[in-house]
């Protein structure tokens, strides 16, 4: 990966899927004027466009494995290469195992003030979670008791028609618990020892989980 020079910026949210990382990355990303890097958001856009990486995918993410690690790096760092980007971004569903995270640290520059943040949610509060969530094709995320639409199944943004994810179904999102836990562990381990780890409870409002995030980051 090449080297970025400019970046001064750049935020990291972990949590495991359904902990609030998209919603609460957006918040910042608006307070911030920074933009949201969502690998999950790239590869959704790719198979709604049908491209070739979206075919590939499609199957893939349906099952909630992880998409190979060479369509992620090149999608990636187009992305956060992108103009609008010079200032910093904030990272959403990446990096998310080692490999991710080595291909990451190669392509910031050193100077580059980045801070990571955990989410923490039970796999049980995320079951129930997923289970209300509706999206839409903007990439705006609603939840049908805590988070709703002003309208019934329209977004509040751009008025399309929300969908449910298909793996949202309770049996993927079981895999992709499983998933997550066994990969993010030496993530994690890596950032409590370089740099520090912002650790904030993601069973708490969405505002409360806003508040806490900002203090933190700022502090
Ligand atoms: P991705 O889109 O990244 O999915 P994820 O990590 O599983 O995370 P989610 O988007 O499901 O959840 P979130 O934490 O963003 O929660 P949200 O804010 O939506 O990845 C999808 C797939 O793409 C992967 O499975 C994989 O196949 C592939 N992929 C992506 N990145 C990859 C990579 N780097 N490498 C390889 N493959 C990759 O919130 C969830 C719901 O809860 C919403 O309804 C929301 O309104 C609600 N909510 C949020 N906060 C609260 C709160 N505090 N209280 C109550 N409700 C809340």
Redesign the pocket.
């Known amino acids: 990966m090449s080297m970025i020079q400019i970046i001064k910026t750049i935020f990291i949210f972990f949590?495991?899927?359904?902990?609030?990382?998209?919603?609460?990355?957006e918040m910042v990303a608006k307070k911030y004027s920074i933009p949201r890097i969502?690998?999950?958001?790239l590869?959704?856009d790719e198979t709604k466009r049908k491209t070739k990486i979206g075919e590939e995918?499609e199957k893939?993410?349906a099952r909630?494995?992880?998409?190979p690690?060479k369509i992620?790096k090149s999608l990636?760092l187009n992305r956060i290469n992108n103009k609008d980007a010079k200032k910093g971004f904030i990272l959403?569903?990446?990096?998310?195992?080692m490999s991710?995270q080595n291909d990451l640290m190669r392509a910031i520059s050193k100077e580059a003030k980045v801070s990571a943040a955990l989410?923490n949610v039970s796999d049980k509060e995320i079951k129930n979670?997923?289970g209300?969530?509706?999206m839409c094709a903007c990439g705006a995320?609603?939840?049908l008791k805590?988070?709703p639409p002003k309208k019934k199944g329209i977004c509040d943004l751009c008025g399309n028609k929300l969908f449910i994810?298909e793996?949202?179904k309770p049996s993927v999102i079981s895999d992709?618990l499983k998933?997550?836990h066994r990969e993010i562990a030496p993530i994690l381990k890596y950032w409590k020892k370089n740099g520090g780890l912002i650790k904030i409870d993601?069973?708490?409002?969405?505002w409360?989980?806003q508040r806490g995030i900002l203090k933190k980051l700022k502090s």
């Open positions: 949590g495991p899927p359904g902990s609030g990382k998209g919603t609460q990355a969502s690998t999950g958001d590869l959704r995918v893939i993410m909630g494995k992880l998409v690690e992620i990636i959403d569903g990446y990096p998310r195992n991710q989410i979670r997923l209300g969530r509706r995320t609603y939840h805590y988070n994810r793996d949202d992709r998933l997550y993601g069973e708490q409002s969405i409360a989980v």
